[in-house]
């Protein structure tokens, strides 16, 4: 079985590694299509947490059900997704029903090998029916799933400004559904070639270069003078996340998609004065992942608009550095197996 390790930090190697064997209460699925996300060129980087090497990356996938233990309602196959944040299903988070943050949490192709191969044992239980999407548009519902799970945590509500700092594919992902919730989108980059996709694509109404323009006056001019009530990071850039205190409305609520290494360093009184809610939103549930499927199927999302690259499984090596060039115009890589 082939395989693509990421050995050390800026270093891939195509190696041979042993087929999945049937276990208990697992699944073993022949993987179609690889989305790469931020984590995976962070971790190629070097700059991604919680991270050792070496590691097999790869957490978006579309894969075919091929066998597996206590997954009776799945056929050989059958096209799926799966939900790949693994959860001991015991501590405290698992408890309050939010496995999304399990104290224990094994994330696929962070914590444990993920689906740059060509199959891949999986919890049973994680697994998620196709639907009759297709492969390219199954690999790209864990990622909307994290933009979705972090709009149910901000409580979007009909007509409120939602800023959104960051137009990469989680921000576009929170973009869309804040426009599902019913909320003004304001996305904010210092990209101008994903600020241009935003309003081409996403109809998203108000842009702005965090670079280039006055932030806060923009910011009042599209409020009429109130800020959003809701603004959302998804950069993980420390200096974008400590900048979005200051764009709040007073009462807003601000929620940390985007993940850094660095501390926060928030502003107290500024903080304080608007009696601003703070909220992290970390990985995505079963009930995110529901929404983004019957968003896709119902229209709403259309996943296409995403794919800007494709390549296939034994080209990612040659091309993957390529993917981190801001010139080069990703949105969204797509591997084929």
């Known amino acids: 079985m082939k395989t693509l390790i990421c050995t050390t930090p800026?270093?891939?190697?195509?190696?041979?590694?042993?087929?999945?064997?049937?276990e208990k209460d697992h699944s073993i699925l022949k993987i179609k299509r690889i989305g790469i996300c931020g984590t995976d060129l962070h971790a190629f980087e070097g700059t991604q947490p919680y991270f050792e090497y070496p590691r097999i990356l790869g957490h978006e996938l579309a894969a075919e059900f091929v066998q597996g233990d206590n997954a009776k309602s799945f056929?050989?196959?059958?096209?799926?997704?799966?939900?790949?944040?693994?959860?001991?299903?015991?501590?405290?988070?698992?408890?309050?029903?939010?496995?999304?943050?399990?104290?224990?949490?094994?994330?696929?192709?962070?914590?444990?090998?993920?689906?740059?191969?060509?199959?891949?044992?999986?919890?049973?239980?994680?697994?998620?029916?196709?639907?009759?999407?297709?492969?390219?548009?199954?690999?790209?519902?864990e990622p909307l799933a994290i933009g979705a799970h972090g709009v149910r945590r901000a409580?979007?509500?009909e007509g409120e400004f939602v800023l959104v700092i960051g137009a990469g594919p989680i921000g576009l992902g929170i973009m869309e559904f804040a426009r599902i919730a019913g909320g003004k989108v304001i996305a904010m980059d210092i990209n101008d070639h994903r600020l241009f996709f935003c309003k081409e694509k996403l109809n998203v109404h108000y842009t702005i270069?965090?670079?280039?323009?006055?932030?806060?006056?923009?910011?009042?001019?599209?409020?009429?003078?109130?800020?959003?009530t809701v603004v959302i990071d998804a950069t993980g850039s420390q200096r974008a996340i400590n900048n979005g205190f200051f764009y709040m409305a007073h009462g807003a609520r601000y929620v940390l998609v985007g993940l850094q290494k660095g501390e926060l360093i928030v502003s107290h009184p500024e903080f304080h004065k608007r009696e601003a809610t703070l909220m992290s939103s970390r990985n995505a549930t079963r009930e995110d992942f529901e929404h983004v499927i019957s968003s896709m199927k119902n229209g709403l999302v259309n996943p296409a608009t995403y794919i800007t690259h494709r390549v296939q499984f034994d080209q990612v090596k040659d091309e993957f550095s390529g993917w981190l060039n801001p010139e080069n115009g990703v949105i969204k890589a797509i591997v084929e197996m």
């Open 155 to 157: 409580d979007v509500k």
């Open 10 to 22: 800026g270093h891939f190697e195509y190696r041979e590694g042993e087929h999945p064997v049937p």
């Open 75 to 141: 056929t050989p196959g059958e096209l799926v997704t799966f939900i790949p944040y693994f959860n001991c299903g015991k501590c405290i988070a698992c408890r309050s029903g939010k496995p999304n943050c399990c104290a224990g949490i094994k994330v696929c192709g962070v914590h444990v090998n993920g689906g740059m191969a060509e199959y891949l044992s999986v919890p049973s239980y994680s697994l998620i029916h196709g639907e009759g999407l297709s492969p390219d548009e199954l690999a790209l519902v």
């Open 209 to 228: 270069n965090a670079l280039t323009d006055d932030v806060s006056e923009h910011l009042k001019g599209i409020t009429n003078g109130d800020f959003p």
